[in-house]
C-alpha cells in the first residue's frame, strides 16, 4: 500500500496561534495531526469553520428529497490547515456511526464538511450540524453503496491515521 501524505499549504497554523473555540464545540480532530489547540487535539466551534475557506455546491443525496446547495470547507483544507499526516481518517457521528475514509477521496472529489444546507445551518435532526458530504450529482461514480457509506452525518469526531 502507498502512503499519502497530505501536503502542507501553508493554512496549518502552529498549535501556539491556533485559536481556542469561543464557543460550543462541535468538533473535535485528533491522530496523526501537527496542530492542537486542546491537549493533543483540535477542538472547533461553528465560528473556526466557517473562518476557513468555504466550498460550496448543488447536489441531491439518497437520504434527502430533490437537490440543495450546501457549504462548508473543503476535507482537504481542513487536514492541510490542522497538519494532518495520514492515510485515512475515522469519522464518528452523534448516533455511533463510524466510517472509514481515505484521505485520496478528499483529493479525488471535492468533499466538503457540510456546515450550511440552502444557506442555513444544518440542525442536528436533519444531519447536522457537520456532514461530511460528497458531490454526489457531480460524478456516477460516487453514487455506489461504498461511497454513499463514507458520506457521515452528525459528525463530531475525526481520528486521523
Known sequence: ?????????????????????????????????????????????RAMLSGLPQHDFTTGTPWTEGTSHYRGPL??????????????????????????????????YDVILALERDGQAIPIREYGPLWVLYPFDHDEALLSERMR????????????R
Open 75 to 108: 476535507m482537504r483544507t481542513l487536514l492541510e490547515h490542522i497538519g494532518a499526516d495520514g492515510e485515512a481518517i475515522n469519522v464518528a457521528a452523534l448516533n455511533g456511526y463510524e466510517a472509514e475514509i481515505p484521505v485520496a477521496d478528499f483529493y479525488d
Open 149 to 160: 457509506f463514507r458520506a457521515v452525518w452528525q459528525v463530531m469526531q475525526i481520528n486521523v
Open 1 to 45: 500500500m502507498l502512503a499519502f501524505s497530505i501536503p502542507h499549504t501553508g493554512l496549518a497554523e502552529t498549535s501556539d496561534t491556533l485559536a481556542v473555540p469561543s464557543g460550543p464545540v462541535i468538533l473535535k480532530i485528533d491522530g496523526d495531526i501537527a496542530a492542537a489547540n486542546v491537549g493533543d487535539e483540535v477542538h472547533f466551534d
